[in-house]
C-alpha cells in the first residue's frame, strides 16, 4: 500500500457527471489542451475525423463556451488559419487536498489557471475539522465566481491519503482520533455538503494526472512519477493513461520493500519529508519549518544534505524496479519542496543511479516536476474537469 495511496474508500455510487461530453469532442479539448491552439485543419489532421465533422464538432464546442477562436495566423498561403483554444471562463474545477499536516482548496478553470486557493495547517487530519474547511473554504472561493460562472462549476475532486488512519504512529497522531476515517465515506459527505459530484483519488495519483496535464516537460508516455511529500508517493503512467489498478493503488511506491543496510521496512522509511522533519528536531530545530515554508527552507544545511543523501537512494531503488518491470520512458520527481531542494534530489537520485546494477535495462531519464508542491491541490481541482471534458 502506498503511504500517499492507502485509503480503501467504502461503498460508493459513480458521480453523476454535470456536463457529459461525447468521445470525439473530449478528444478534441484534450488535444486543444495538450497543443494550447489548434486550427480545424489541424485538428481533422490529428484526430482522424473528416473536415466536416471537426467543423460540426468545434462548432457545438463553441457554442458551448468550451473553446474560442483566437487570433487569426497570417502569413500562410491562401486564408488565414483561425487557431482554437480553450475558454478558460467556460467551466470550473474545486479541489480539496487532505494531507498529513494541512488541507487544500483549489478553484481551477478550464485551462488549468488557479483562480483562488485557502490553505489550512494542523497537526493531524480529523474528519470534524475536514468538513469545517470544507464548508467555509467552498464559500470563500466561489466569490471569486459571478452567478453564472458558478453554475458552471462540474464538481469536487479531492486528493487524500487512502487508509489514513494505518500511519498514525508516523503522522504523529492520536490513533483514535484516526480511526474515525475508518468508518467516513467522504464522497457522500461531501455531496451533501456541497451539493456537487465528488470524483475522489489517491493524492499521489491527483498530483500524477496533474503533471500529465499541465507538466511532463519530456513529453514521456510512459513514466513513473515520484511525490514526496510528507509520505512518499507514486502514481504510473502507460500510454498516456493514468493507471489506478484494481483499488486505485498503482504506483504505490511508498510501500516497496527497502533494505537499508541493517533492517528491512517500507520505501516510506527511506524517502518521505516527516524523516527530515524528525533530524530537525532532533538537532534542536524547528521541523515544522519545512511545512510552513515549502517554497524556501531556510534551516540546517547538514541535515537537508543528509536527507537528499538517504532519500536518493530510495528513489534510486524505486527507478531501477520500475524500469526492470516497465522499461519506461522515463522518471519524473516532484515534490512539496522547494525547487532548488527539487533540483538537488534529482542530481542526488541520478547519482545514486550510477551506484546500482543496471545490466539488461535501458537507459534512464528523471526530470523534475513542473507542476510542484501544489500538484496534489492542483490535480484535485483538475479531476471533475478530466471526468467531464478528457
Not at 494542523?122 to 475536514?130: D, E, G, K, M, W
Not at 503512467?237 to 510501500?255: E, R
Not at 541520478?350 to 526530470?367: C, F, K, W, Y
Request: proline fraction near 4%; glycine fraction near 8%; charged fraction near 20%.
Amino acid at each position: 500500500m502506498n503511504k500517499e495511496s492507502a485509503f480503501h474508500l467504502p461503498s460508493q455510487k459513480a458521480p453523476t457527471l454535470l456536463d457529459s461530453r461525447s468521445a470525439n469532442e473530449r478528444d478534441i479539448l484534450t488535444l486543444i489542451r495538450q497543443r494550447s491552439s489548434l486550427p480545424k485543419a489541424e485538428i481533422a489532421q490529428l484526430t482522424g475525423l473528416s473536415a466536416q465533422s471537426a467543423t460540426v464538432i468545434i462548432k457545438k464546442l463553441e457554442a458551448d463556451g468550451l473553446v474560442r477562436r483566437l487570433k487569426p495566423i497570417k502569413g500562410g498561403v491562401g486564408q488565414p488559419k483561425v487557431p482554437f483554444g480553450l475558454n478558460e471562463s467556460g467551466a470550473f474545477g474545486i479541489g480539496l487536498k487532505v494531507g498529513r499536516r494541512s488541507f487544500d482548496m483549489t478553484l481551477l478553470d478550464l485551462k488549468g489557471n488557479v483562480r483562488a486557493t485557502l490553505h489550512e495547517k494542523f497537526a493531524y487530519p480529523t474528519v470534524s475539522n475536514l468538513l469545517t474547511f470544507a464548508k467555509r473554504a467552498f464559500n470563500v472561493l466561489i466569490k471569486n465566481l459571478d452567478a453564472d460562472q458558478q453554475r458552471l462549476i462540474r464538481g469536487l475532486g479531492v486528493a487524500m491519503p487512502f487508509e489514513i488512519w494505518s500511519w498514525a504512529e508516523e503522522a504523529g497522531a492520536p490513533k483514535n482520533e484516526l480511526e474515525e476515517w475508518r468508518e467516513f465515506n467522504p464522497q457522500a459527505a461531501l455531496e451533501d455538503l456541497l451539493s456537487l459530484p465528488v470524483f475522489i483519488k489517491n493524492d499521489a495519483g491527483a498530483a500524477c494526472s496533474a503533471e500529465m496535464s499541465f507538466g511532463n516537460p519530456q513529453n514521456y508516455s510512459s513514466f513513473l512519477y515520484i511525490f514526496v511529500g510528507t509520505f512518499l508517493g507514486g502514481g504510473l503512467v502507460l500510454n498516456n493513461q493514468l493507471v489506478n489498478g484494481k483499488t486505485g493503488n498503482a504506483g504505490a511506491i511508498g510501500s516497496l520493500p527497502f533494505y537499508n543496510g541493517s533492517t528491512q521496512s517500507q520505501l516510506i522509511t527511506q524517502s518521505s519529508l516527516y524523516l527530515l522533519e524528525r533530524k530537525l528536531n532532533d538537532a534542536g530545530h524547528n521541523g515544522q519549518h519545512i511545512y510552513e515554508s515549502p517554497s524556501h527552507w531556510s534551516c540546517d544545511t547538514r541535515s537537508i544534505e543528509d536527507w537528499l543523501s538517504e532519500t536518493a537512494r530510495g528513489l534510486a531503488f524505486a527507478t531501477q524496479c520500475a524500469m526492470s518491470l516497465l522499461d519506461l520512458d522515463g522518471v519524473i520527481i516532484d515534490g512539496a519542496i522547494p525547487d532548488d531542494v527539487k533540483n538537488a534530489l534529482v542530481a542526488h537520485t541520478q547519482s545514486a543511479m550510477e551506484t546500482l546494477d543496471m545490466r539488461g535495462l535501458a537507459q534512464v531519464h528523471i526530470s523534475e516536476g513542473l507542476v510542484g508542491r501544489k500538484a496534489q491541490s492542483i490535480g484535485s481541482a483538475n479531476l471533475a474537469l478530466q471526468a467531464n471534458y478528457y
